[in-house]
């Protein structure tokens, strides 16, 4: 499963612009700025059969930050879950693939999601039951800064460092913007890292658009024993486009023309810079 991470990211960042131009817009921001954890955890990191998502050996995704599920799908697509072109019915009536994540109509969805806070006491669920199996996946869990706004991720965490679930890798998207605007202007959240590790997490900060940082502190953090981890993702909201992360409103954004020819310019970069033609 050993990918080229950066192709790979590359891959995955197109499959989603081109779902998202089709779309007309969509969640955008928060989709692009986990392209490359995404690409990690199904280029590198995590185990899964995408001919048997039901496999049980596989290991675990929670995507708590649902409205980022164009970036999840496109990353699924990727792995090979499933074509491309199905993922076009994005959001339609009777649609497989609905806005917010629903592992009873997705191949490859682990827990359904869209409700902020609640995913973080999936995965601790999730990774108890696990413990208590003797089991050696992982769960993988994916939240937003913004999120971090909800009391229940909070006593998610303490329920996972008080068990030191260390086989729950919890990965925070530091993007530093929410629906309504940057997190430090809403509710400043001071510095996440430093509250993980009064939380009881081992706890470390990465570059969020490099992904041997990431896989890198990924492996660090499956080292670890006797601890809850986390990883805060230094990023930016709509990462990997300039246009649409200088785009002051790029939570969900409605495409007019220059949006869809800043998508055309990025897929047209895209294919050049990583030899993705065929896409």
């Known amino acids: 499963m050993e990918q080229n991470l950066k192709q790979y990211s590359a891959r995955i960042r197109t499959v989603l612009l081109k779902?998202?131009?089709?779309?007309?817009?969509?969640?955008?921001g928060g989709s692009m700025s986990i392209v490359e954890v995404l690409c990690v955890l199904y280029g590198r990191q995590?185990?899964?059969?995408?001919?048997?998502?039901?496999?049980?050996?596989?290991d675990l995704l929670v995507l708590s930050k649902g409205h980022a599920g164009p970036g999840l799908y496109a990353a699924l697509c990727t792995a090979g879950f499933f074509k491309?072109?199905?993922?076009?019915?994005?959001?339609?009536?009777?649609?497989c693939f609905p806005s917010h994540p629903d592992r009873a109509k997705t191949p490859g969805v682990d827990a359904t999601t869209g409700s902020l806070g609640q995913g973080t006491s999936v995965a601790a669920g999730l990774g108890y039951g696990l413990k208590l199996q003797g089991s050696?996946?992982?769960?993988?869990?994916?939240?937003?800064?913004?999120?971090?706004?909800?009391?229940?991720?909070?006593?998610?965490?303490?329920?996972?460092?008080?068990h030191k679930l260390n086989n729950v890798i919890v990965l925070i998207d530091n993007n530093k913007r929410q629906l309504d605007g940057y997190t430090a202007d809403i509710l400043n959240p001071y510095s996440i890292e430093d509250k993980m590790k009064a939380f009881g997490f081992h706890?470390?900060?990465?570059?969020?658009?490099?992904?041997?940082?990431?896989?890198?502190?990924?492996?660090r953090a499956k080292a670890v024993e006797g601890s809850a981890v986390c990883i805060?993702?230094?990023?930016?909201?709509?990462?990997?486009?300039?246009?649409?992360?200088?785009?002051?409103?790029?939570?969900?954004?409605?495409?007019?023309?220059?949006?869809?020819?800043e998508v055309d310019a990025a897929l047209t970069s895209l294919a050049a810079d990583y030899g993705l033609e065929e896409l």
């Open 46 to 58: 995590m185990k899964y059969n995408p001919r048997d998502p039901g496999w049980d050996e596989r």
């Open 232 to 261: 805060v993702l230094d990023t930016i909201k709509g990462q990997g486009v300039t246009y649409f992360e200088e785009m002051e409103s790029n939570h969900s954004v409605k495409f007019n023309e220059q949006d869809c020819l």
């Open 19 to 28: 779902l998202l131009k089709a779309k007309n817009g969509g969640h955008l």
């Open 84 to 95: 491309e072109r199905k993922l076009y019915s994005l959001n339609e009536g009777g649609t």
């Open 136 to 162: 050696d996946r992982y769960v993988y869990l994916i939240t937003g800064d913004g999120e971090l706004n909800e009391g229940q991720c909070w006593e998610a965490f303490q329920f996972i460092a008080h």
């Open 203 to 219: 706890t470390e900060t990465v570059c969020g658009n490099d992904e041997e940082a990431i896989s890198h502190a990924i492996d």
